[in-house]
């Protein structure tokens, strides 16, 4: 089965530090992964994702996320933040598509980030 | 852009009700899906649909059912609400090809009481 840890429920950072939002999976094939943010009141936007390819992954936003197998990690960072990027951040790892997956998504338990002026 | 519409942002039920939860897409996406979603545990997947009429349980379908008779509407149901299951319910909506993301609706913030 295929599992998800973010290891801070919180992370607290100033504004233009850099941001680092951690994750780990478990999967027993090569996965998908994606990174989705959450404002208040809002749904989940898709920021980045990783599927095959360059393993270090762009998104919107100014977030970039590197994915490094022998670490089983997928870490979310930003060079400079801003206090619009407060809000909710969710990993999620997916099979890759075939068979019965249909891409289904297991999520981490979610990173509350707080942007101090 | 995709769009994915739940129908209410807030609902407030009593104990035992019947509970409608309404998600429609328009992007013809052929997988739907259901989640709640509670502080410290992330996002919780109850059932999913990969085509009309078609659909499987999640991680924790117990006390829910979903119906899908049309391609675009995902409805998720709660056949005699608790307490419990005062929560916020995310619906997703995803092109059954390659490596698409899901894209979510706003939410329903759903109060049992």
């Known amino acids: 089965a295929q599992s998800v840890t973010q290891l801070g429920s919180h992370v607290s950072v100033s504004e233009g530090a850099l941001v680092l939002l951690r994750c780990n999976y478990s999967?027993?094939?090569?996965?998908?992964l994606f990174w989705y943010v959450q404002y208040p009141n809002q749904g989940l936007q898709l920021l980045l994702k990783y599927t095959t390819g360059a393993t270090l992954v762009k998104g919107i936003n100014g977030f970039e996320a590197e994915f490094k197998k022998s670490e089983t990690s997928f870490h979310l960072t930003k060079p400079s933040a801003h206090m619009s990027d407060a809000a909710e951040y969710f990993c999620?790892?997916?099979?890759?598509?075939?068979?019965?997956?249909?891409?289904?998504?297991?999520f981490g338990q979610g990173t509350i980030l707080t942007v101090h002026p | 852009d995709v769009k994915v519409t739940q129908s209410s942002r807030y609902l407030v039920k009593r104990t035992g009700e019947k509970v409608f939860l309404e998600c429609v897409q328009d992007?013809?996406?052929?997988?739907m899906f259901w989640y709640r979603q509670d502080p410290g545990l992330g996002l919780r997947l109850i059932y999913f649909?990969?085509?009309?009429?078609?659909?499987e349980k999640g991680d924790i379908p117990e006390g829910y059912s979903v119906s899908r008779e049309k391609k675009e509407r995902f409805s998720l149901i709660l056949e005699s609400a608790s307490t419990n299951q005062t929560s916020m319910y995310l619906c997703?909506?995803?092109?059954?090809?390659?490596?698409?993301?899901?894209?979510f609706g706003d939410g329903t913030r759903l109060s049992i009481l």
């Open positions: 997703a909506s995803r092109q059954d090809v390659g490596n698409q993301p899901q894209h």
């Open positions: 999620a790892v997916s099979d890759p598509v075939g068979g019965t997956s249909y891409g289904k998504l297991t």
């Open positions: 992007m013809d996406h052929e997988n």
């Open positions: 999967s027993s094939v090569p996965p998908y």
């Open positions: 649909s990969y085509d009309v009429k078609m659909k």
